[in-house]
């Protein structure tokens, strides 16, 4: 493997980050008990770990920001128009699996 510069590491981490970010907007097929449930992760954990990350840089970001940088809209808008109700088996599924 090619030896990365830490620039060049950050860059491609940050293309990656938003290139899930961008399939995970374009997937809202996908419900985030289904993530939790297969990946042990959510969209939530996701906006979750952005928000850390900032506060860990002393950058200030609430929960309601960070979850618009990672749905593409404001988190209520993404509910509305994308949740559903979660199935038995899905939550039962959460039970076992959660974290």
């Known amino acids: 493997m090619n030896e990365l ?4 590491r950050i860059a491609l981490e940050a ?3 938003r290139r899930l970010v961008e399939h995970l907007r374009t997937r ?4 985030n008990i289904d993530l ?10 996701l906006s979750n770990w952005y928000r850390e990350a ?6 200030a ?3 309601e920001e960070s979850r618009e940088i990672v749905y ?3 988190y209520a808008d993404w509910q509305a128009k994308h949740q559903r109700e979660a199935s038995d088996a899905q939550k039962a ?3 076992v699996n959660k974290p």
Do not use: W
């Open 36 to 45: 939790m449930n297969l990946a042990g992760f959510c969209r939530n954990c």
């Open 15 to 17: 293309a990656a980050f």
């Open 72 to 74: 593409g809209e404001p």
């Open 5 to 8: 510069t830490e620039d060049q």
């Open 28 to 31: 809202s097929d996908v419900q």
């Open 54 to 59: 900032a506060e860990g840089s002393g950058i």
């Open 93 to 95: 599924a959460f039970e």
């Open 61 to 63: 970001l609430s929960k």
